[in-house]
């Protein structure tokens, strides 16, 4: 069976030093923000680019923590994309505020600013009497958004620009980094994603002093100038130390992880562009993908659980990312959208399929997971 995500073959090839690594934290006992946690944030923000890096619990609590120290709560509305892991969303009615939804565009997967443009207008007629207050641009499958293009919109708004960066650490657009767009980025080091940790971290970045010092107060119960003073209220959100000594041991990997996910995704290109019918991801000039995700598009005339199934049988594991849009889902059912709202969404959840996907696949490997796919769809 080939691997879907290839953290087995990447714990094989740096098992020793990440023994060591954790080792180090048992020795010093500072499970708790302990010195490996503030190495990493340093490291973190020179990779991306960014002033200040915010170690935290989760992608989630990165975004929510983000959305918080902005101010944003009930009476907002925060404009994010339907085709996204749920949690791009939750984070927004975590906070109190109100999601509204723009559709993405067919080609990138990624916010579509004419439709933000759009979402944004349509809020100044909105009977809800909701204060437009921040975007959430998800750089899905680690294709960043187009950020000149989106910030383009939000020019002279006073919308704040998200980037949920928690698919594309590592991926940069213009020579600028993911987490260093809008005027706060959220990250996430589930396992799974490109640069993951051994259970749930994240981490916020951000240009902005005072925005800064904001989510150091929120990660910790919203702490003021010592522990026990309480200057807001917070959550308990911290990046556990043996997370951080981990991803220390994972970061000096990492650029060469990127490099060899980018030969994966041309192999796959090479191999699968003369493929009736099928989508493959967009190249954007001057982007460079983190490939969380090798995401392709199957033909209409063909059913998608089926070719999974036939793929599946032949040793080759797929996933589906993602099968329903938010605007769809019965936790967001209160928002009162309906199908056909967001056509383009709507339509790629029904045929989109992730093939294996991770810097470990062997040549043989991508090519014989692009022939049984071929196989499939020309049969
Ligand atoms: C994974 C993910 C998140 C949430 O990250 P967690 O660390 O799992 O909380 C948020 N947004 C997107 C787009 C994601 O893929």
């Known amino acids: 069976m080939i691997e879907f995500s290839g953290l087995k073959a990447q714990r094989e090839r740096i098992r020793p030093r990440l023994e060591a690594a954790i080792s180090a934290v048992l020795d010093h006992g500072k499970f708790i923000m302990g010195p490996e946690v503030r190495e990493l944030e340093e490291r973190l923000a020179a990779f991306a680019g960014v002033k200040h890096c915010l170690g935290c619990s989760s992608g989630t609590d990165a975004l929510l923590l983000a959305l918080m120290a902005l101010g944003v709560g009930p009476g907002d509305a925060v404009i994010t994309t339907p085709f996204t892991f749920v949690a791009s969303a939750e984070a927004i009615a975590l906070a109190g505020a109100t999601p509204v939804f723009a559709d993405v565009d067919p080609a990138t997967r990624n916010l579509d600013p004419a439709r933000l443009r759009e979402a944004l207008d349509g809020l100044g007629r909105d009977p809800r009497g909701l204060r437009p207050r921040a975007a959430i641009a998800v750089d899905l ?5 187009d950020y ?4 383009a919109v939000l020019e002279g708004s006073g919308v704040h620009l998200i980037e949920d960066a928690a698919q594309s650490f590592g991926a940069s657009l213009g020579g600028v980094r993911a987490g260093a767009f809008g005027h706060v980025a959220a990250t996430s080091f589930f396992p799974a994603k490109p640069l993951g940790c051994f259970g749930d971290g994240g981490a916020v970045f951000t240009a902005d002093p005072a925005l800064a010092e904001s989510v150091e107060s929120l990660r910790v119960h919203g702490k003021g100038g010592h522990k026990y003073d309480n200057a807001r209220i917070g959550l308990n959100a911290r990046l556990d130390t043996l997370q951080a000594a981990i991803l220390l041991v994972k970061l000096d990997i990492f650029e060469e992880e990127l490099a060899l ?9 090479r191999n699968l562009g003369d493929v009736a019918g099928l989508g493959l991801p967009p190249e954007v000039p001057g982007a460079r993908s983190a490939w969380a995700q090798y995401t392709v598009e199957l033909p209409q ?5 089926s070719v999974a199934q036939t793929l599946q049988a032949r040793g080759v594991p797929t996933a589906v990312y993602y099968p329903r849009p938010l605007h769809l889902q019965p936790a967001f059912a209160n928002l009162g959208y309906k199908p056909g709202d967001f056509p383009v969404a709507e339509g790629l959840c029904e045929r989109v399929l992730s ?4 810097p470990y696949l062997r040549d043989d490997e991508v090519d014989f997971v692009s022939e049984v796919l071929r196989e499939a769809l020309e049969a």
């Open 148 to 151: 000149p293009a989106l910030s």
């Open 301 to 305: 005339t063909h059913d998608r659980d």
């Open 261 to 269: 996910r980018e030969a994966v995704a041309a192999r796959y290109a």
């Open 355 to 358: 093939l294996p996907m991770h």
């Open 141 to 145: 499958f680690g294709l960043p958004c």
